[in-house]
DNA sequence: GGAATATTGTCAACTGGGAAACAAATATTT
DNA sequence: AAATATTTGTTTCCCAGTTGACAATATTCC
């Protein structure tokens, strides 16, 4: 007979593994979903960054903002301004790009709202309101760390 | 002025992206975790699952029991035997391979679930148990859709 | 003013996982 | 028994993101 662990979980273990496995999903879900658009979860924030900043920013100052690393900023923004979605200015710090919402990246946004609004409907929706703040103060707490 | 799209989150919203960041901020704190061993969430995972289960079983079930695509098995499977921590094993079934747990996958198993177990305790002590559990409880609803 | 230090954007190399395609083996249908 | 469909393991290619390095510019400190 092989070896064997005899592992018994931690309630703190189950709410992390289930914390996970719930964030895994729904990171998949939303790609699947901004890939309609053809884009990334990370290119839709940097969007809602600027938008939410309400003025330029630079890339480093977005990198700041995400989930993601700094080296990767330029490759997102790259691709937000080819469509247009997005452009970069020039500054008086001569290093740094300003970001900038174009137009047409407000008018994006504005259109891909609702779906995007509705897909967190979707996914919470076995939540009453009471519960989704619940869980959203659980979470807070954990931030704090 | 540039244009500008005015969004205020629901709760529903807010809850969906706190989640997601905790939980990333989680896999990243794990994937850090792991690397120490030479190895990924998912390899780990692997070991979990096999001796959770207590007998050998394909590497198209252990596909389906993880967060990870079936095309991934191998590359996992590979990198555990090369270790020593897993073997193959034939079967009536000449197409499948089933996976084994070793003596000293277990060993390992063993000595270093101390480290997961206060890495779980270490990420959720700002909740005290009856938190957990409630977060545990809410996080249940949401897995089931 | 000049030297050390920090910040910014960028790139090349690497990594882990995903998708699609494939052959071999088995199950199912006819 | 033959033909078709399904399952399994595997490989190849792809892709987003990370790390580490680099040059250019700014800032700080002596």
């Given at each position: ?17 289930r914390?996970?496995?719930v964030?895994d ?14 884009m ?7 969007l ?26 330029p490759?997102l ?33 504005e ?5 995007v ?29």
């Amino acid at each position: 007979m092989a070896k064997r662990v005899k592992i018994t979980p931690s309630i703190a273990e189950q709410a992390q593994i289930r914390l996970m496995r719930v964030g895994d999903r729904l990171w998949r879900a939303s790609d699947e979903r901004f890939s309609r658009w053809d884009m990334t979860d990370n290119h839709y924030n940097v969007l809602r960054i600027l938008n939410g900043s309400g003025e330029p920013i630079s890339q480093s100052e977005i990198g700041r903002r995400m989930l993601s690393s700094r080296a990767n900023v330029p490759k997102l923004v790259d691709h937000l301004e080819e469509r247009g979605l997005v452009k970069r200015l020039a500054c008086g710090d001569r290093r740094v790009n300003l970001v900038a919402l174009t137009d047409g990246g407000a008018d994006f946004l504005e259109q891909t709202l609702p779906d995007v609004i509705s897909f967190a409907n979707e996914t919470m929706k076995f939540l009453n309101r009471d519960e989704q703040k619940q869980l959203f103060k659980l979470l807070g707490r954990l931030l704090d760390s």
